[in-house]
């Protein structure tokens, strides 16, 4: 049975569930959330009323770290969680990191992107703290070369987007942020992963018309 998504095109959490969706080569229908998401006519659909959400089965699902797990059992090959339970729970802390610590972090910055509304002293109060967060994700990760081995795990799913919005930004407003080097090696290997390339590609095209409108590039 098809899975529906709903999506937008510069949804980070959307691209998470997507790379998971061809990593799975499962096959999907994307539609967009009617009147855009947060919507009512959205929110009768899916009452969290944030995308990336999912129809399967009669299962009506959002957050894409829920989906995640939904997808990983009901479709369990290629599994993309490790076996072992020390390694599936250092799994879900790097996941949880991304959500919580990381990519709130990224996103606050948008505000920022059009050359009109910036504030320098949020922007380098902001970069400070990017990069303290970078700092102790490099301490926490350990990628070998990914970050629970040599399989895509859900853990890495999220940070392909983030990675995307770093660059993005540090074009965009010139930050003062330097990836530590373990994690630049490592976001080159997951860049080229045969099931994260070409949505990689995708992501950084829709993040980069997004701020050309925003007239930031
Ligand atoms: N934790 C959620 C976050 C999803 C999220 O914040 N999505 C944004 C778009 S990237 C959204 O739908 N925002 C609408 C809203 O917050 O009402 C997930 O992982 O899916």
Known sequence: ??????????????????????????????????????????????????????IHDGLTLADSEAIAEYLDERFPSPAMMPGDIGLRARARELSRFHDTRLEPVLRSFFGQVAPDS???????????????RLDQLAIMASPAPLLTGDRLAIADCGFVASFAIL???????????????????????????????????????????????????
């Open 118 to 132: 910036r504030n320098a002293n949020f922007i380098a109060g902001n970069a400070r703290l990017l990069q303290s």
């Open 1 to 54: 049975m098809t899975i529906t998504l709903y999506n937008v095109a510069v949804s980070s959490y959307g691209a998470k569930v997507r790379i998971m969706l061809r990593h799975k080569a499962l096959e999907w229908a994307e539609i967009t959330p009617p009147d855009g998401y947060g919507s009512d006519a959205y929110r009768q659909i899916v009452p969290a009323g944030t995308v990336p959400a999912i």
């Open 167 to 217: 660059d993005l930004l540090k074009d965009c407003l010139d930050l003062p942020v330097a990836l530590p080097d373990d994690l630049t090696v490592y976001a080159g290997t997951l860049a080229r992963h045969p099931s994260v390339s070409d949505e990689d590609s995708r992501y950084r095209a829709a993040l980069r018309d997004w701020a050309e409108a925003k007239g930031a590039l």
